[in-house]
T-cell receptor, first 114, second 109 residues
Framework: DAGITQSPRYKITETGRQVTLMCHQT?????MFWYRQDLGHGLRLIYY???????DKGEVPDGYVVSRSKTENFPLTLESATRSQTSVYFC?????????????FGNGTRLTVT | GQSLEQPSEVTAVEGAIVQINCTYQ??????LSWYQQHDGGAPTFLSY????GLEETGRFSSFLSRSDSYGYLLLQELQMKDSASYFC??????????FGTGTRLQVFP
């Protein structure tokens, strides 16, 4: 089915470990985004990508790495997880960067860092 | 700088009308989007205003005043299923939407 899927849905990891969150979309949208959502902070942009091999930082990029070798995939890696990275992570895609073009969100990954 | 203000919580009863206000300040501006998010779910797109005025989509309407850096979402004939968080998202540029902490709407029977 067409859409945007994130995996895993839930993840528990330990401090210091590397963890990768996956995001896959089937619409061939140019733009993809990673947001984190925490109580009291709403949705905050981590990284975004305008096309394959083009990525840029958002509001809170520290501690995260992204790549976009293929249009449909946009993985997010926490190189050395910290407890402050416990959050719900949403991936999104859009045709034209979100302005006038809706963001389509995945169902989220709930990450707990112990 | 960039800032965004929405009420943190709004309550209303079924059948009523509620307005959720949004004031923003961005370094550039292309338009104002609104998203809905139910507890435990993903945000979903509701509406977008690029120009001043009112956009209507069924029971929901969204308004924008660019000169006042102000917009609102109007929900009519409230239903229990409208209980959710609502985010306004002004776009300072083509690539970055700013989401605030949102407004939690609780609809009571």
């Amino acid at each position: 089915d067409a859409g945007i899927t994130q995996s895993p849905r839930y993840k528990i990891t330990e401090t210091g470990r590397q963890v990768t969150l996956m995001c896959h979309q089937t619409w061939s949208h140019s733009y993809m985004f990673w947001y984190r959502q925490d109580l009291g902070h709403g949705l905050r942009l981590i990284y975004y990508s305008a096309a394959a091999d083009i990525t840029d930082k958002g509001e809170v990029p520290d501690g995260y790495v992204v790549s976009r070798s293929k249009t449909e995939n946009f993985p997010l890696t926490l190189e050395s997880a910290t407890r402050s990275q416990t959050s719900v992570y949403f991936c999104a895609s859009s045709e034209a960067g979100g302005i006038g073009s809706p963001l389509h969100f995945g169902n989220g990954t709930r990450l707990t860092v112990t | 700088g960039q800032s965004l203000e929405q009420p943190s919580e709004v309550t209303a009863v079924e059948g009523a009308i509620v307005q959720i206000n949004c004031t923003y300040q961005t370094s550039g501006f292309y338009g104002l989007s609104w998203y809905q998010q139910h507890d435990g779910g993903a945000p979903t797109f509701l509406s977008y205003n690029a120009l001043d005025g009112l956009e209507e989509t069924g029971r929901f309407s969204s308004f924008l005043s660019r000169s006042d850096s102000y917009g609102y979402l109007l929900l009519q004939e409230l239903q229990m299923k409208d209980s959710a968080s609502y985010f306004c998202a002004p776009g300072p540029g083509t690539d970055k939407l700013i989401f605030g902490t949102g407004t939690r709407l609780q609809v009571f029977p």
